[in-house]
Nanobody, 126 residues
Framework: QVQLVESGGGLVQAGGSLRLSCAASGRTFSMYVMGWFRQAPGKEREFVAGIRWSGVRTYYADSVKGRFTISRDNGKNTVYLQMDSLKPEDTAAYYC???????????????????WGQGTQVTVSS
């Protein structure tokens, strides 16, 4: 069982930066693949970024490549999402998620993830 708690959301101007954190409970955090997803009002939840247990292999949605960076600290049971050059279209509730295993083909699928946090709101003003 893994419990996830996100933090770090807020209001920022376009072009600014935010860093989201996701703290996980459980001693086996390092065994999980972690992902970040987002959901804007009236839209489906979409994949943002994912990271394997080692932290070496990462995955990004095309819309955030070059602007967002996912990382993890297994010693602190925490995964991060550094968001730079933010745009108004990045406005959404951001969720972290965990799963035991993933493939490059499935890393972006919401139904592949077992555990979810409650979300943190990111609002980017123009």
């Amino acid at each position: 069982q893994v419990q996830l708690v996100e933090s770090g959301g807020g209001l920022v101007q376009a072009g600014g930066s935010l860093r989201l954190s996701c703290a996980a409970s459980g001693r086996t955090f390092s065994m999980y693949v972690m992902g970040w997803f987002r959901q804007a009002p009236g839209k489906e939840r979409e994949f943002v970024a994912g990271i394997r247990w080692s932290g070496v292999r990462t995955y990004y949605a095309d819309s955030v490549k070059g602007r967002f960076t996912i990382s993890r600290d297994n010693g602190k049971n925490t995964v991060y999402l550094q968001m730079d050059s933010l745009k108004p279209e990045d406005t959404a509730a951001y969720y972290c998620a965990a799963t035991n295993s993933i493939t490059p083909a499935t890393v972006g699928l919401t139904n592949e993830y077992t555990y979810w946090g409650q979300g943190t709101q990111v609002t980017v003003s123009s």
